[in-house]
């Protein structure tokens, strides 16, 4: 299986904060990782596939970034809807698997 | 606007057999190009994909899983369902079932709301 590691696994900002997130594949995926959100007692919901790619009707100031092994998630002014728990997953190959998440909260 | 919905016990007696449904609204479970799938997050930690199944029936399951998991489809009642063996307090977690983007496109969404199944006497 591809392991995924996230970092760092908890980030405190404020609103209007940059915010970066990292994911490592433990082997090459090409460009095939999405990104999710995840409020507490919700279901995920889908930011970011394809590594880069927006997913309809998603706020612009999140992106995505990388390839290879390396991927970054970014909000670059932190809302306070935005304050909840950040996935990755890779999507090459089966089974596909999930980093172990990053928290994201108020400082 | 495609809907899924988790359906099931959401107490199951360890060794039993926990069985979920997830209805598909707003669509149709037979369309190709996506395959259905359930993952699963015990609470406070990550996530877990148990398996996908398409329309035709052709599954994958995740290998840490598979001698436990069957997941079916009934395509008639535009349902796809888990049926998770020998369950243990481990087993405990939200459920969740998933549209999964085929070929390539190996990402979910959306997702159900999920179901909490705790495993215990």
């Known amino acids: 299986d591809i392991q995924m590691t996230q970092s760092p696994s908890s980030v405190s900002a404020s609103v209007g904060d940059r915010v970066t997130i990292t994911c490592r594949a433990s082997?090459?995926?090409?460009?095939?990782l999405a990104w999710y959100q995840q409020k507490p007692g919700k279901d995920p919901k889908l930011l970011i596939y394809a590594a880069s790619s927006l997913q309809s009707g998603v706020p612009s100031r999140f992106s995505g970034s990388g390839s290879g092994t390396d991927f970054t998630l970014t909000i670059s002014s932190l809302q306070p809807e935005d304050f909840a728990t950040y996935y990755c997953q890779q999507a090459n190959s089966f089974p596909f698997t999930f980093g172990p998440g990053t928290k994201v909260d108020i400082k | 606007q495609l809907q899924l919905q988790e359906s099931g016990p959401g107490l199951v007696k360890p060794s039993e057999t926990l069985s979920l449904t997830c209805t598909v609204s707003g669509g149709s479970i037979s369309r190709s190009s996506y395959y259905w799938g359930w993952i699963r997050q015990p609470p406070g930690k990550g996530l877990e994909l148990i398996g996908t199944i398409y329309y035709s029936g052709s599954t994958y399951y995740n290998p840490s899983l598979k001698s436990r998991v069957t997941i079916s489809v009934d395509t008639s009642k535009n349902q796809f369902s888990l049926k998770l063996t020998s369950v243990t307090a481990a087993d405990t977690a939200v459920y969740y079932c998933?549209?999964?983007?085929?070929?390539?496109?190996?990402?979910?969404?959306?997702w159900g709301q999920g179901t909490l199944v705790t495993v215990s006497s």
């Open positions: 082997q090459g995926i090409s460009s095939w």
């Open positions: 998933a549209r999964q983007g085929a070929g390539s496109y190996n990402w979910f969404d959306p």
